[in-house]
């Protein structure tokens, strides 16, 4: 298969269908709460690779499953991925001035409709998900489980937690104080593994995967997951990246060799495609995702 289509492909439907959300709320965009719909549409668009929802779409393929059934979860997924980049690049956090090649939403907004901007979409990916209970014929248990499994990759003990975490350890590294490997890796699968891993099994539930298989896709979500955090430390130090305060950040390739650190993105891509072993042809974009992670150079 060719993957540069296959992700293009899916980009456009995900494209399509937020903005049909944005349409079905255009009264809203013209009224009182224009200018924070307008920050909300800001930062989803033009938008970057849609990996997260993209593989929420590959996951249903691999059960059987079609992207049409699972793109109101997709759309929910990316919703969430930009309300935590918004509020990562607030001055209170990473303090970004550019995102995708534009102004970050703080310098184009301000930063209190940047953090309403990221809450609204946020609390409207929620809503998202709830709606697509009318046309998604999935028993009301699993789509139950399915929401839990969101809330928990997001909340205190997932991403929002590592994100916190995230703040301490540059804080430690302000102080001249290691942190080590597994502490990273902990902090990385939190910040970044744990959406990426909700997005697969999401796809793959809503679809009628049975328990062996959710457990395969979340063994190659976890993996994954990981892979594609150590690629970006590994583009990061490429780009000689540093925090606010010109100090370099905690990283992988800090605590390994880059070497080292490019062998254990391969690792990791490989253990993810090896528990797709299960699973026929309709899992290659799975495996063609995992190859793309390690290989990418931005």
């Known amino acids: 298969m060719k993957l540069n289509i296959y992700l293009e492909t899916k980009k456009s439907l ?34 970057g690779k849609r990996l997260r929802p993209i593989l ?3 996951a249903a393929e691999a059960v059987g499953g079609q992207t049409e059934d699972v793109l ?8 969430i991925h930009t309300y935590s980049l918004i509020h990562d690049d607030l001055p209170a956090m990473d303090d970004d001035d550019y995102r995708r090649g534009k102004p970050t939403n703080h310098v184009k907004f301000g930063e209190a409709t940047a953090i309403l901007a990221g809450d609204a979409l946020v609390t409207e990916a929620f809503g998202f998900l709830s709606q697509a209970r009318k046309t998604l014929k999935i028993a009301p248990e699993i789509f139950l489980e399915i929401i839990e499994d969101i809330s928990l990759a997001c909340g205190a003990s997932g991403m929002i937690g590592g994100q916190l975490l995230d703040i301490q350890f540059q804080e430690r590294a302000k102080e001249a104080e290691d ?16 959406l990426i ?11 009628g995967a049975t328990p062996a298989q959710v457990k395969a896709l979340a063994r190659y979500g976890e993996n994954l997951g990981l892979a594609f955090q150590v690629v970006d430390d590994i583009l990061d130090v490429h780009d000689n990246y540093k925090g606010p305060d010109g100090r370099k950040l905690p990283s992988f390739p800090s605590i390994l060799s880059m070497d080292e650190t ?17 699973f026929d042809k309709k899992a290659d974009p799975l495996r063609e995702i995992a190859h793309y992670i390690v290989e990418r150079k931005q």
């Open 179 to 194: 942190v080590n490997y597994p502490e990273l890796e902990f902090l990385y699968i939190r910040k970044t593994g744990n």
């Open 262 to 278: 490019k062998q254990r993105s391969r690792e990791l891509a490989s253990r993810a495609i090896e528990a797709l072993q299960g």
């Open 56 to 58: 929420t779409c590959a």
């Open 14 to 47: 995900i494209d399509n269908a937020l903005e049909t959300f944005f349409a079905e709320r255009k009264s809203k965009k013209e009224g009182p709460f224009a200018l924070l719909y307008e920050a909300m549409h800001y930062s989803l668009f033009p938008s």
């Open 72 to 79: 109101p979860i997709a759309c929910a997924i990316e919703m």
């Open 197 to 207: 891993l909700v997005a697969i099994t999401s796809g793959a539930k809503i679809c």
